[in-house]
């Protein structure tokens, strides 16, 4: 019981701080929330979560066979990728905004969050380091262990996008700006020490 929660804390953790980071995502869900309102955030999010899925499932189908060859390397690579994505969060908490972007809205929220899912460069980065090395870590523990993880990384990305957007459909009465950026900057504080020891646990 203990192992679970412990991963459900730090998958929600870091995928709070994923989502928590100015990207395509984050504007789709600005831009859907003008048109939709509140159901916004949990559209975008659920577009987004089809994709991780279908990673997930290739990763514990067989493609975790083939990186087990490499789980050292890919452990290394995820820890480094933790604190250098921890830094670079603290470095742009300072000047992080969640203004209204200008340009066209995609009319699906749903497919919002797939299309700026699939076409993020970061997505990708993050999946084949940090997101591949925790679910190869709770595969060890069996397949429930990585499945925790991607739940703790959806209740992550559900809780924000929707809190995202309710608050912009109530005037941003709920989340200021002040708070996004110190929000931000705590998670990428966390993210920094998740890669100190991710780093130590596979170094030993």
Partial sequence: MYEILQMLFMAFTIGLTGALAPGPT???????????????????????????????????GGLAD???????????????????????TVLGSRSATLAVPEGQIIGNAYLAGIITSAANPYFW??????????????????????????????VADFGWYTLVSISLDRGRSILSEKSYRRILGICGGFLVCFGIYFLSTSLS
């Fill in 26 to 60: 984050l504007v789709a869900t600005v831009n859907s929330s003008l048109k939709d309102g509140w159901t916004a955030g949990p559209k975008v999010a659920a577009g987004h979560a089809l994709v991780e899925t279908l990673i997930f499932l290739l990763i514990i």
């Fill in 66 to 88: 083939a990186m087990q060859g490499y789980s050292h390397a890919i452990a290394l690579a995820g820890g480094l990728a933790l604190m250098i994505f921890g830094f670079m």
């Fill in 125 to 154: 980065i993050w999946w084949l380091s940090i997101g591949s090395a925790l679910v190869l870590s709770g595969l060890h523990s069996g397949v429930i262990m990585a499945a925790v993880f991607l739940i703790g990384h959806w």
